[in-house]
């Protein structure tokens, strides 16, 4: 694959995770493909996904399914503090 940004073959799609919102506003994405380039070392998401994207959060009520999840904090001095899991729509 051609990379969008330096124009350099060996730019490759990977799928990750991402988060928008916090709290009971929440939502996770799975599967999000993000173009990542060997050469340039940028990493971007397309048009096409992030149109995608808006549609889901969009219409999240559609699209989300209700998942219990565990949730920590990071702290200073490697002390995470851990919380009870809570219901998050993902």
Sequence with gaps: MICDICGQKGARTRYITRS?????NLLLIENVPVINC??????YLTAETLHEIE??????????????????????????QSKKPTTRSA
């Design 20 to 24: 928008y919102g916090k709290g009971n």
């Design 38 to 43: 060997s050469h340039c070392g940028e990493s």
């Design 55 to 80: 549609r889901i959060k969009l219409h999240r009520r559609n699209f989300a399914t209700k998942r219990t999840i565990s949730v920590a904090g990071y702290m200073l001095g490697n002390q995470s």
